[in-house]
């Protein structure tokens, strides 16, 4: 997977690390090895740089970082929507506060810590490579993720076959080379897919066909305090389909995806429909060098909210991917709602991302990015809000004083504005607006 590495996490922010492709383990500069007591010494495989294991022609490197620091957001009240009787047309919708702001945390501790382990050996059809990353999150107060530990990656390639826990072939920028993620599909913190690929070359493209867990990627939020449907058991998995190009300029990539969603709604329907969606985009080095570079990336999705970035965990427990920080009236997010006994509404969403990076000195970069998207329902799902729209607004500044030692500071910004359901009748006016801004300050040692 060495066509989908990113930059080296030193001196990159939080939301990058946590979300990091494998391969970003496999770049980290090469340490200079030694024999030593214990036997070890310095393997070299295709330019890959570890210390061979005694006893074996495999070749072993192991990585990792650490990262710390503060983060802190603006606060404001959080509503959901909750409706009476059964979901039928004449359902009055109310507006009930969730959780009061003064219970909520508006400042954060958040610590992480991963190790990797990158093993590789030849062949006659090219290295075989082993790959595991374990992380650990220990967070407190604003922003926060499930605490403890999980397998974040563990993965083999060999003669182009990728199986195992990995990063989804759909996925391009992931979230992106800053401390917060923005809208753009990234499964991370341990719901990477499971998944079972194969990628043909023919010189600078790269064609890939996936399969890959179908439970990851679903959605399904809550509404009235309570899940919107009830999954059938998994029968088909998702069909992922990549084109990827590279070449000293940049790299562009088509991608695809078909989900399948087999639920029992809230009126006691049951719906088995295939949804998809597609992205596209496109990464330019820029001739001012030095790594600078601007990214661009759109995808579209219908009946597959779990490849839209909407639902990204990196976002606040509440979020829902549409309300930073939990502020405002919580926007339902689900592959299919069952609004009324037959009638079911499907989300199409349209995300864009940007963002670019510059290098002031070798030591100092700055990472803008904005991002827009939209979510609507088909149909006329009466109980919330049909259509959605946000913008999200932000920078992170990075600073690498020493090797393998960064900080970074960034800062973000999201208005999100909805329409209010169609039967809304207070008691209190519907809260169509909402916004926050959020910061972080982050120390990161890679090893």
């Known amino acids: ?67 710390t620091g503060v983060s802190m957001g603006s606060l404001a009240k959080q509503y959901g929507l909750q409706f009476t009787g059964t979901p039928a047309t004449a359902t009055p919708v109310t507006l009930a506060e969730i959780t009061p702001v003064r219970q909520r945390d508006s400042f954060g501790f958040p610590a992480h810590a991963q190790i990797s382990f990158d093993a590789r050996s030849n062949t006659p059809y090219g290295p075989a490579r082993a790959y595991a990353e374990l992380l650990f999150n220990d967070n407190s107060g604003f922003e926060t993720t499930v605490n403890g530990g999980v397998l ?54 790269g064609a890939t066909l996936s399969l890959e867990d179908n439970i990851g990627a679903q959605v399904n939020n809550t509404i009235n305090g309570v899940a919107s449907n009830a999954y059938f058991g998994n029968r088909f998995p998702d069909l992922i389909g990549a084109l990827r190009y590279e070449q000293t300029w940049g790299s562009a990539q088509l991608s695809g995806a078909l989900h399948n969603t087999h639920v029992t709604g809230v009126s006691g329907d049951s719906t088995n429909r295939w949804g998809g969606a597609v992205l596209g985009g496109v990464t330019v080095n820029l001739p001012t060098g ?50 009324d006994t037959g009638q079911w509404a499907i989300p199409s969403t349209w995300t864009i991302a940007a963002l670019a990076r510059h290098y002031f000195t070798p030591q100092f970069s700055l990472t803008p990015l904005a991002a827009y998207a939209s979510v609507s329902y088909s149909g006329s799902p009466i109980m919330i809000s049909q259509r959605a729209t946000s ?22 910004y999201q208005s999100t504005q909805q329409n209010a359901p169609a039967n809304y009748v207070g008691p209190q006016p519907f809260q169509a607006r909402s916004s926050g801004v959020a910061a972080t300050l982050q120390i990161v040692r890679d090893f």
């Open 1 to 67: 997977m060495a066509a989908r590495s990113i930059a080296s996490v030193a001196g990159l922010g939080l939301g990058c690390i946590v979300a990091a492709f494998p391969a970003a383990a496999a770049d980290l500069p090469a340490r200079t090895l030694a024999p030593g007591a214990q036997g070890l010494a310095v393997c070299n495989i295709a330019g890959f740089v570890g210390f061979t294991i005694p006893g074996s022609d495999t070749c072993l490197r192991i990585g990792g970082y650490v990262s």
């Open 152 to 205: 974040n990656f563990g993965y083999i390639e060999w003669a182009g076959l990728t199986a195992g826990k990995a990063p989804s072939f759909f996925s391009y920028l992931a979230g992106g080379p800053a401390w917060y993620d923005f809208y753009s599909p990234d499964r991370f913190n341990g719901n990477q897919p499971v998944l079972f690929a194969y990628t043909a070359t023919f010189g600078p493209v």
């Open 290 to 339: 030095g790594g600078d570079h601007l990214a661009l990336q759109g995808v579209y999705t219908h009946g597959a909210l779990g490849y839209s970035g909407l639902n990204n965990t990196a976002w606040s427990p509440f979020d829902q991917g549409l309300n930073l920080n939990g502020n405002g009236a919580i926007f339902q997010l689900t592959d299919a709602l069952n609004y």
């Open 391 to 412: 913008w999200v607004l932000g920078a992170t500044a990075n600073y690498a004083p020493v090797a393998h030692l960064g900080v970074s500071l960034g800062a973000i």
